[in-house]
């Protein structure tokens, strides 16, 4: 499944700060890092999100504690959970399932062709020269790329100019990408996952 939080610009204050308490001291001092609110925002609600997912499939009420050591994160005392969080400007997105997978959103933002030519192949490029609205195109061909690198436990260290995912996905792997409202969604997995939205009210539930 894939859980996802929308408008997080309508979180208020108050929300954020319930949030605050709710979330892990290791979330919390993580979060913190961020100079930003929005950055800090996102950061806790990515891992409610997280939380949220892992009593709604797994039944798990005890302390989520991520590590970070070997790269892709892990939950250290429920390896049998995997997942994989998001963010963007216009949505958060948690990935969650029994195998390995990745996510990624990304805002529709009109980006400069120079920054296009560094991650796109070359029939990528041309399609994005004929789109009447390239930053959707590219905002779709972005997750994908990210999901899949995600997924491998890579990142975006990998030639993505080398790899297009918008006709032919790796043997074995399911990937799919949506066009929500103001961003695009993608991930890659094992098998296909469907998306639940949740509203801040659902992730700030105390009692799980």
Known sequence: MIYVLENLSLVTPQQAQKAMGIVTCQRRDYA??????????????????????????????????????????VLLHQPQIRFNLSHCNNAVACAISRDEVGVDVQDWIVRQLSVAEQVCTPKELALLRQEPEPEKLFAKIWTQKESYGKYTGRGIVYPMREHSFLRQVPEGLCMESFLMDGYALSYCAKEALEICKVTPEELLYETI
């Open 32 to 73: 913190a890092q961020y100079r930003f609110e929005k950055d800090q925002k996102q950061s806790l609600f990515a891992f409610l999100l997280l939380r949220y997912g892992a009593y709604a499939e797994f039944g798990e009420t005890a302390p989520l504690l991520i590590d970070r050591s070997g790269g892709k994160p």
